[in-house]
C-alpha cells in the first residue's frame, strides 16, 4: 500500500475516533513519542492547533508566523519521516508523518484562497484535524494490529 493511502486511511480513522474515547488501561507512549525531536513536533503541533482554533473563534487572520510555524513543522514531520524510513521502524507511522508534511501546506493554502466565511471555517476545521492527527499518531501506542510491541517502536 503507498504511503499517500496509509496517509488517507490513517487520518479518516483518526478523525472518525470518538472525541471524548478513553482507554480502559493507561498504555504508555511509544518510545519514538518520547525522543525529544518527536516531543517537539508533538509541542509545535499542539501550539498551532490551539492558534488555529483561537483564528476559528474570532474569524482572526493567519498572521506570517502562523503560516511560517506551520511550514517549519511540515519540515520537521518530513524529516521525522526520513528518520523512521532510515532506521527501518513502523511502517504506517512513517508514512502518515509523510503525508500530513505533504497535506499541511495543502491545508495553509486552501485557507488563503478561501473566498468567505464558509469556505475559510471548513479549511481551518480541516487544518485542526490535521494539526490533532499530528499530535495523535506520535503519542499514541502501536495498535495491536501493527504487529509492534508498545513502546517497541
Known amino acids: 500500500m503507498s504511503c499517500s493511502a496509509v496517509a ?7 478523525a472518525a475516533a470518538p472525541a471524548g474515547a478513553s482507554p480502559e488501561a493507561a498504555t504508555p507512549p511509544p518510545a519514538t513519542a518520547l525522543e525529544p525531536f518527536f516531543a517537539d513536533i508533538v509541542g509545535r ?14 474569524q482572526g ?5 502562523f503560516k511560517t510555524d506551520l511550514a517549519d513543522l511540515a519540515e520537521l514531520d518530513m524529516q521525522a519521516h526520513q528518520r523512521l524510513k532510515a532506521r527501518g521502524t513502523d511502517g504506517d507511522l512513517t508514512c502518515i508523518l509523510r503525508g500530513i508534511a505533504e497535506d499541511l501546506p495543502v491545508k ?6 478561501a473566498a468567505d466565511e464558509a469556505a475559510r471555517d471548513l479549511a481551518l476545521r480541516e487544518m485542526i484535524y490535521l494539526l490533532n492527527d499530528n499530535i495523535e499518531v506520535i503519542v499514541t501506542p502501536p495498535s495491536v494490529t501493527s504487529d509492534l510491541a508498545p513502546g517497541g517502536v
Open 61 to 65: 487572520p493567519a498572521d506570517a508566523a
Open 45 to 58: 503541533a499542539q501550539s498551532l492547533k490551539g492558534r488555529a482554533e483561537a483564528m476559528r473563534k474570532t
Open 8 to 14: 488517507a486511511s490513517a487520518l479518516l480513522w483518526l
Open 108 to 113: 495553509m493554502a486552501a485557507l488563503q484562497m
